[in-house]
């Protein structure tokens, strides 16, 4: 098979998988894969997982991996706080949420990190709209925030959490207060509550 015939077929995919390349030739030889990515014209995105390095140049597709490398998963914590202005620093890595084990995967798009939830706090995000009609699964800021709190338990005085330096605009004039103990309450942690409170107290809400 020429690479270019292979290229036409799965260019669309954006982000594909070895499984899918054998549901549409269950005879495709593997090592072409390893062949192309030495070449350049493949990117690999974890094992089994991969894309074209075309797609380093398109809006948000860091975010949309993200989703597809790892599922059930939803964007959240630091890369969702930033991404809303409600932290001040950039995020190196691409931060999850997930109901798999943590892990962690380096590639040509950066570092994502996936921290683990029971199924129960698979809540609180939407589908955001990119490029190409496609969707990524996004934390709202609400969700985000208590899931930094509930996954980074340090964040537990007022010293630590005046230290996250939340943006206090941000915090005033657009977080949904009423949301944000809705979801809090869904979590059932008595840690999570206090730590809640902690942050209303440090930022006056």
Known sequence: ????????????LACFNIHQIYAWQPGFDRNNLTRWVKYGYLTRLRQGYYTFPEYKSKQDYSFYFANRIYRPSYISLHSALAFYGMIPEAVLQTTSITTLKTATFNNDFGEYSYKNVKETLMFGYEFKPIADGRT???????????D??????FYNSEQELEELRLDEHYLYADLN???LMDY????QSKALERRVATLFKTYAL
């Open 1 to 12: 098979m020429s690479f270019i015939e292979f290229r036409e077929r799965m260019f669309d």
């Open 136 to 146: 990524i699964q996004f934390a709202s800021p609400e969700k985000a925030l208590l």
């Open 148 to 153: 930094l709190l509930y996954l980074y338990p």
């Open 177 to 179: 207060k009423d949301l």
């Open 184 to 187: 809090s309450a869904r979590f």
